[in-house]
């Protein structure tokens, strides 16, 4: 059984194939992290009391992320795409301003955005589509990056986190690996630290999610310098902390270890045993993906003790890392349009498990326009799905 990948825009699910790419090309838009801004503070700092994300940037504790004084912290927050998309910036800004956004989330209790973006986005040739400029005045003439520097300023205006999400390489297609024959590893790499000195000084970035849902070919802990993703984390990880070692480094799994079978970018059973290994330790955040039998059919939906059965499940492909106090887990995706009974015992299951275990993690997602899942936001980008944030609301930092 093989696990789907996600399309924003509703294809449906498609099913995994190994493709295996050279790695050619170079950036550009630059490298080495050559190129800075100043973002104005965000408020997020070590003198300003904190706030329902904590002091100062973030590291790890055992099972649990920590901040600057060493206070436990969950991030608790959405996923808002469209970055990784030919548009070069989220959805929704040709309906709502970005401020009229951001204010909404935090409104609603959440307390970080995850911004998902590609590759392609840093190139020299593109340029952002499809922003209502009567309603973000402030983004007229900006270029992706520079967009993307004005939703953080706004977020942080706002005490609400950011982590950046490298989605995929290039704007059109999800990669089984971190690189492909367009978008080499080292462009990858020189990209995370261009961002790592553009945003460093500001906590409002608080993690890079390094590579989205590594699958197919991907292993863990095989040595294959080729397809092992936790040694391509550790050298990607290894690189940002050269320039920033207070980032978080969000590290997701695989889809398949031993012939066991998960979500893409799902499967950490192998990272208690192999755990990535920085130069600056205790900044590794684990980030499994979980979706409902809406998206794919797995075993367990069929169980006949479902969804009693979910937490077992849970356990032994990634939450076994908080429970053994091995290190943090942020569910970096999970969602549904919670349309059958099904999907909502699995939500309901989800949240309560995030509360007992003290969790944190970014819904998928904000966007209404995500084919399988929906959104927190309705169809006509203003209305908020209460039956999803009511379920979800418990779960959230306070």
Known sequence: MLPPQKHPFGVGV???????????????FGSGGDASVTI?????????????????????????????????????????????????????????SLSWHLDRMQQLGYNMVRIPFCTQMLDASSSVKNVD???NPD???????????????????????????????DAYSQSDLW???????????????????????NATVVGFDLHNEPHGQATWGSGNLTNDW????????????????????????????????????????????????????NHVVYSPHDYPASVYGQSWFSAANYPNNLPGVWDSYWGYLVKQNIAPVWIGEFGT?????????WLSTLVG?????????????????????????ADDWTTVNTNKQDIIAPALAR
């Open 14 to 28: 498609v099913m995994w194939a190994a493709l295996l790419f050279g790695c050619s090309s170079s950036s550009s």
């Open 40 to 96: 104005p503070d965000s408020g997020i700092s070590n003198s300003d009391g904190g706030s329902a994300t904590g002091v100062g940037y973030l590291h790890t504790s055992g099972g649990q992320i920590v901040d600057a004084q060493s206070t436990p912290v969950r991030l608790t927050g959405v996923s808002w795409f469209g970055m990784e998309t030919d548009w070069f910036a989220p959805h929704g800004l040709d309906k709502q």
């Open 133 to 135: 400029y009567t309603k």
């Open 139 to 169: 983004l007229k003439g900006k270029s992706p990056i520079e967009l993307l520097d004005k939703i953080i300023e706004q977020a942080g205006a706002r005490k609400l986190r950011v982590i950046l999400d490298r989605h995929r390489p």
């Open 179 to 201: 690189y492909t024959g367009q978008y080499s590893e080292q462009r990858w790499i020189d990209d995370w630290k261009l961002l790592a000195t553009r945003y460093k000084g």
């Open 230 to 281: 936790r040694l391509a984390a550790e050298r990607a990880g290894n690189a940002v902390q050269s320039i920033n070692p207070e980032l978080l480094l969000i590290v997701e799994g695989i889809e398949n270890v031993n012939n066991q079978y998960y979500w893409w970018g799902g499967n950490l059973m192998s990272a208690g045993a192999n755990l990535v290994r920085l130069g600056t330790p």
């Open 337 to 345: 349009k919670l349309q059958t009974t099904s999907d909502q015992k």
């Open 353 to 377: 498990y995030i509360v007992q275990n003290k969790l944190s993690f970014a819904y998928w997602c904000w966007n209404p326009d995500s084919g399988d899942t929906g959104g927190i936001l």
